[in-house]
């Protein structure tokens, strides 16, 4: 009786980890994984279907829409696979973390929670109220940033001195950083056990009101296994793929790696240090740096988020006036929208959005600025729709992007240097695109 007694006592004061996963849907280089593992007995992985994020916005464009929500449940597929074959599971809930993680912590006696922190503010809000929760039950929330190809703390100047100019932030970035090595996959885990893991849910039920009517095939697969043999296949095919990859502004080399990154299935840093495995083999090729840069944009404007909030999202943006967002033209935006502008190449980079999920960024430039200074609509609607199309959507660098087209961003030296006409003749002068989306 009293060894009974001791062993239960042991069984409650081992340490359980709640590992909450949100945009990080991998194994490797996952540094909050990691630690879960080293710093306790038993990890306890959630995922939450957060109904927010596929209801309508206030600009009548959906959060997440169909092609973008079929992604992440394949994603989060991915990773329930992953732990499965470490003899695990993960918890998958429909339902608001804040409403949810209490109960989890009190029925399976969960020590701390881990998770990664956003930076936008509904994102950062969901953590707010979920540490306030868990507060009361005296139970830590640690946050951890694995977003990025650089860690904040390793960059050479603070968040709120980081420079406004890109090429201010990479210069002195590349010079003065150094990008960190990976973390390792974990090859063994300890589960907490339970029998109620939950199910994945089906599309309808994260967009029970729309007409998913047939979707189209898509050539993007969610998952980590997916995202790192693109990876592979991409760095290691050759010129024909790279090129094969090529948008037609300038010969510009498009990996299409972002869907994989925007939900965590593949990290910057495994990019990066992949990338200069193959330069051994291959030597530099013109297009690794291209991805470097890639994602260099996509940790500035993760860092302009943290360093200004919400103001990437104000119509105004960091204008001195107000911009109120007027009066719109309900059909010209649906013209727009519906890739039936009128205009050949327009309308070909919006049909190729709409039934991929996915456009380069010369095009995605092209149609911004042919939204806002072409058919005079408020570039919100614009950034809104992307929101909802866009497989590698990610709000800091969508509402960056687009505020900085609109001549509204943080960065004064890309403020009112778009033009839509000369976008127009570097983008696709042989009518190549539409050969190609036609085909």
């Given at each position: 009786?009293?060894?009974?007694?001791?062993?239960?006592?042991?069984w409650?004061?081992?340490k359980?980890?709640?590992?909450?996963?949100?945009?990080?849907?991998?194994?490797?280089?996952?540094?909050?994984l990691?630690?879960?593992?080293?710093?306790?007995?038993?990890?306890?992985?959630?995922?939450?279907?957060?109904?927010?994020?596929?209801?309508?916005?206030?600009?009548?464009t959906?959060?997440t829409?169909?092609?973008?929500?079929?992604?992440l449940?394949?994603?989060?597929?991915?990773?329930?696979?992953s732990?499965?074959?470490?003899?695990?599971?993960?918890?998958?809930?429909?339902?608001?973390?804040?409403?949810?993680?209490?109960?989890?912590?009190?029925?399976?006696?969960?020590?701390e929670?881990?998770?990664?922190?956003?930076?936008a503010?509904e994102?950062t809000?969901?953590?707010?109220?979920?540490?306030?929760?868990?507060?009361?039950q005296?139970?830590?929330?640690?946050?951890?940033?694995?977003?990025?190809?650089?860690n904040?703390?390793?960059?050479?100047?603070?968040?709120k001195?980081?420079?406004?100019?890109?090429?201010?932030?990479?210069?002195?970035?590349?010079?003065?950083a150094?990008?960190?090595?990976?973390?390792?996959?974990?090859?063994?885990?300890?589960?907490?056990?339970?029998?109620?893991?939950?199910?994945?849910?089906?599309?309808t039920?994260?967009l029970?009101?729309?007409?998913?009517?047939?979707?189209?095939?898509?050539?993007?697969?969610?998952?980590?296994?997916?995202?790192?043999?693109?990876?592979?296949?991409?760095?290691?095919?050759g010129?024909?793929?790279?090129?094969?990859?090529?948008?037609?502004?300038?010969?510009?080399?498009?990996?299409k790696?972002?869907?994989?990154?925007?939900?965590?299935?593949?990290?910057?840093?495994?990019?990066?240090?992949k990338?200069?495995?193959?330069?051994?083999?291959?030597?530099?090729?013109?297009?690794?740096?291209?991805?470097?840069?890639g994602?260099?944009?996509?940790?500035?404007y993760?860092?302009?988020f943290?360093?200004?909030?919400?103001?990437?999202?104000?119509?105004?943006?960091?204008?001195?006036?107000?911009?109120?967002?007027?009066?719109?033209?309900?059909?010209?935006?649906?013209?727009?929208?519906?890739?039936?502008?009128?205009?050949?190449?327009?309308?070909?980079m919006?049909?190729?959005?709409?039934?991929?999920?996915?456009?380069?960024?010369a095009?995605?430039l092209?149609?911004?600025?042919?939204?806002?200074?072409?058919?005079?609509?408020?570039?919100?609607?614009?950034?809104?729709?992307?929101?909802?199309?866009?497989?590698?959507?990610?709000?800091?660098?969508?509402?960056?992007?687009?505020?900085n087209?609109?001549?509204?961003?943080?960065?004064?030296?890309?403020?009112?240097?778009?033009?839509?006409?000369?976008?127009?003749?570097?983008?696709?002068?042989?009518?190549?695109?539409?050969?190609?989306?036609?085909?």
């Amino acid at each position: 009786m009293q060894i009974a007694s001791q062993y239960k006592w042991l069984w409650m004061m081992s340490k359980k980890i709640l590992v909450w996963f949100r945009n990080d849907l991998r194994l490797h280089d996952n540094e909050m994984l990691v630690e879960a593992i080293a710093k306790s007995d038993e990890i306890l992985p959630v995922y939450f279907f957060d109904p927010r994020h596929f209801q309508q916005t206030s600009y009548h464009t959906l959060k997440t829409g169909a092609l973008r929500a079929q992604f992440l449940i394949e994603s989060v597929a991915a990773l329930r696979q992953s732990f499965q074959n470490l003899g695990g599971n993960i918890i998958i809930l429909l339902g608001k973390p804040e409403d949810h993680l209490p109960v989890l912590v009190s029925k399976y006696e969960i020590t701390e929670v881990y998770h990664h922190r956003e930076v936008a503010s509904e994102e950062t809000d969901v953590s707010a109220h979920v540490e306030d929760a868990l507060w009361k039950q005296r139970v830590n929330l640690k946050h951890f940033i694995g977003h990025t190809l650089y860690n904040k703390e390793d960059l050479p100047f603070p968040i709120k001195d980081i420079p406004d100019v890109f090429a201010q932030f990479k210069k002195k970035t590349e010079r003065d950083a150094g990008v960190k090595p990976c973390f390792l996959t974990p090859q063994k885990i300890n589960f907490v056990p339970t029998d109620e893991w939950g199910a994945l849910p089906a599309l309808t039920e994260l967009l029970p009101h729309v007409d998913l009517g047939t979707l189209p095939t898509s050539a993007y697969k969610g998952g980590e296994q997916e995202a790192l043999n693109h990876l592979y296949e991409f760095l290691h095919t050759g010129e024909d793929m790279a090129l094969a990859n090529a948008s037609l502004k300038k010969n510009e080399i498009v990996s299409k790696l972002s869907p994989w990154l925007s939900l965590g299935c593949l990290s910057p840093r495994e990019v990066y240090w992949k990338m200069k495995e193959a330069e051994l083999s291959y030597g530099l090729k013109p297009y690794f740096n291209q991805i470097v840069v890639g994602l260099l944009w996509r940790d500035y404007y993760r860092f302009m988020f943290k360093k200004y909030g919400n103001v990437f999202f104000r119509p105004a943006g960091f204008g001195h006036a107000e911009m109120p967002v007027g009066q719109v033209d309900e059909l010209q935006l649906s013209a727009w929208k519906n890739a039936n502008t009128g205009h050949p190449l327009v309308d070909a980079m919006l049909y190729e959005l709409n039934t991929t999920g996915y456009i380069s960024h010369a095009a995605r430039l092209l149609v911004a600025l042919y939204l806002i200074y072409e058919l005079k609509i408020n570039w919100v609607f614009g950034a809104a729709y992307f929101e909802e199309k866009l497989l590698d959507y990610t709000p800091a660098s969508n509402w960056g992007n687009w505020a900085n087209v609109a001549g509204v961003g943080n960065d004064a030296r890309l403020t009112n240097s778009f033009d839509f006409e000369k976008q127009l003749k570097v983008v696709d002068p042989k009518g190549l695109y539409l050969q190609d989306v036609r085909a």
